[in-house]
């Protein structure tokens, strides 16, 4: 970084300035900055959902893409989401007072018998930049707390991953239970994991397989925008 960096004044900037540099802010990971941004848009009598699309979300694309490219790496996205939890949590309270719209809603967790959390947790935070409320079970995760988290939340996505070839197979017992219960119609299901492929993601029955957060982030929008355009068409 050039020198110059530090002698930029957030407060000074025009509101579109601002939004720009928030959004390098977010790419470099700077936690600080980016909380600070956030409070001078609200000063400013922004809405908090516009601070959250226009400055956030936009930032976490960019983000996204550059994860998929291999120009970012795992280090350097888990900084950035870091930075973006730092202006949801100032964000969070007031979106909810607002009833602003989100994206949707995603359960996510590690299958029974897996411990790890890595890929999953980087799922979660760029679903979170993407706008969607994630509720994270962690590892571990049997069948009956998959279907009871996504009943009480009103989930519209399960996601599931797993990073063994032995607790792969897992993730087609809480499908088929889903199944057997009748609700496996009413979820968007997305698995991930480095073991898996698409052909396993489509044999155990889910919506789509997804090979890393930045795949997740767009092909659950695309599940989304498909669901709300069917629910149009038939009211």
């Known amino acids: 970084m050039a020198e110059d960096d530090d002698e930029i004044i957030l407060s000074e900037l025009s ?23 956030v409070n001078i848009l609200l000063g400013r009598g922004w809405a908090p959902y516009d601070v959250l699309t226009r400055a956030l979300v936009a930032g976490m694309t960019i983000v996204g893409h550059d994860f998929r490219d291999g120009i970012l790496f795992v280090p350097e996205v888990l900084l950035a989401a870091n930075a ?26 590690t299958v029974k018998g897996d411990i790890h959390d890595i890929g999953k947790n980087l799922v979660s935070m760029m679903m979170e930049g993407a706008g969607f409320e994630v509720i994270d079970l962690g590892i571990n995760n049997a069948v009956e707390k998959y279907l009871e988290a996504i009943a009480r939340e009103e989930a519209d996505i ?25 609700i496996r119609d009413d ?11 698409e052909e396993f993601g489509r044999a155990i029955g889910a919506d789509a397989y997804c090979r890393d957060a930045a795949v997740a982030v767009e092909t659950a929008k695309d599940f989304i925008q498909r669901k709300h355009n069917q629910l149009a068409a038939s009211q």
């Open 15 to 37: 509101d579109e300035d601002l939004v720009q540099q928030m959004m390098d802010d977010l790419y470099d990971g700077l936690r600080d900055e980016i909380e600070e941004g």
């Open 158 to 182: 399960l996601g599931m991953s797993a990073l063994l070839t032995t607790t792969m197979p897992y993730m087609k017992v809480v499908i088929d239970t889903m199944k057997e219960q009748g």
């Open 187 to 197: 979820y968007i299901v997305l698995v991930g994991g480095a073991p898996l492929n």
């Open 84 to 109: 973006m939890k730092g202006g949801m949590a100032i964000l969070k309270p007031l979106l909810a007072e607002t009833g602003a719209p989100r994206m949707g809603k995603m359960v996510i967790g």
